[in-house]
Nanobody, 124 residues
Framework: QVQLVESGGGFVQAGGSLRLSCAASGRTISSYAMGWFRQAPGKEREFVAAINWSGGSTYYADSVKGRFTISRDNAKNTVYLKMNSLKPEDTAVYYC?????????????????WGQGTQVTVSS
């Protein structure tokens, strides 16, 4: 069992930046793809970004491409999401997740381990 804990969320003005961190413990994440998802009130959880096990390949939702950057430091068992040029529509709870041994990079059902989430609020 891996435990995932997100941090770095908060309040930010539109156009600002935040960096989210996902710290894993209990088991290594170095052999697994990792992803970030978000969920706004009354909405389904949606894909934001993902990264393969080595960090050599990254994937982004069209809505965040060019603004967000996912990265990982396997030596620290940590995944990051750098968010630039934030918009009010980015407001949501952001979740870090570990994928199973195989699957897509964008379906929540393919990710078996989840953190508790961190709130990101972007004001106008």
């Amino acid at each position: 069992q891996v435990q995932l804990v997100e941090s770095g969320g908060g309040f930010v003005q539109a156009g600002g930046s935040l960096r989210l961190s996902c710290a894993a413990s209990g088991r290594t994440i170095s052999s697994y793809a990792m992803g970030w998802f978000r969920q706004a009130p009354g909405k389904e959880r949606e894909f934001v970004a993902a990264i393969n096990w080595s960090g050599g390949s990254t994937y982004y939702a069209d809505s965040v491409k060019g603004r967000f950057t996912i990265s990982r430091d396997n030596a620290k068992n940590t995944v990051y999401l750098k968010m630039n040029s934030l918009k009010p529509e980015d407001t949501a709870v952001y979740y870090c997740a570990r994928r199973g041994y195989s699957g897509t990079y964008y379906r929540p059902a393919d990710f078996g381990s989840w953190g508790q989430g961190t709130q990101v609020t972007v004001s106008s």
